[in-house]
């Protein structure tokens, strides 16, 4: 069993002493704060022992059986709101109403699993009724950020050979945009009505829940030909578990705790592109 530790910064005299306690008989440098320890002494007990040593020394350690590469796979899935970007847009949409705490509370909520997704979305949806559909634009250009990392993982699975897929319990207004700046091969949302340059309140269609997400990585999985087995899905909220269920790596990244536990891998403190010292791809 191989230990990959890696963070954005810090003392890398310490890293290497958090290294040193899973007893490897080799340690390969991927980075400027990232090492690959070969072959550890794994015990019960090392575990808790890392964990701590890691989360007071900000970084993130994955375990993994041998080394995989990013070769292996062909596709990459990703949640939007709070992984792809750094927000959840409809709490950002939900402000130029006055209303983004009512709203980001019960955001916060669905993503921790407390709430059935597709009954809060229409809940929150409710709440924007007669907002002018301008707002739209302005949360994109003022409030929309790529996660940290994002450009680089990108630019990396797609030299790779692989597609890539942006599946979001969000909106269509974002993730069409964000197809076009970034090069994406599929997309999907809910799309929110508007009638007179104003939202209704509703959306179009069906919910794009936990159930779609996971029948949307299945649909285009199909139509590539390849088993969602060489899918890579990325998510951070409990609507993403039935979707990284079925892929060959689920990776939880900045997550709800329901989440990460569930996650083959958890990327907390360094970016989304910190799944490529996991993969063998440090660059």
Known sequence: MNLILQGEGGDPARLERIAALAAPTAITRLGPYAVRCEKIAYSPALRPTIE?????????????MGQRELGEFKLVAMDMDSTLITIECIDEIADMQGLKPQVAAITEAAMRGELDFAASLTQRVALLEGLDASALQRVYDERLQLSPGAEKMLAAVKAAGLKTLLVSGGFTFFTERLKERL?????????????????????????????????????????????????????????DLKMMSIAGLSVAFRAKPVVRAQ???????????????ILGRSD
């Open 52 to 64: 701590v040593a890691t989360q007071a020394a900000q970084l993130d350690a994955t375990y993994t």
């Open 263 to 277: 996650a083959d891998v958890a990327l907390n403190f360094v970016g989304l592109d910190g799944i490529l010292n």
């Open 183 to 239: 090069g994406l091969d599929y997309t999907h949302a809910n799309e929110l009505e508007i009638i007179d340059g104003k939202l209704t309140g509703k959306v179009i269609g069906g919910i794009v829940d936990a159930e779609e997400k996971m029948r949307t990585v299945e649909r285009v999985c199909k139509e590539l030909g390849i088993a969602t087995s060489e899918a890579i899905v990325m998510g951070d909220g409990a609507n």
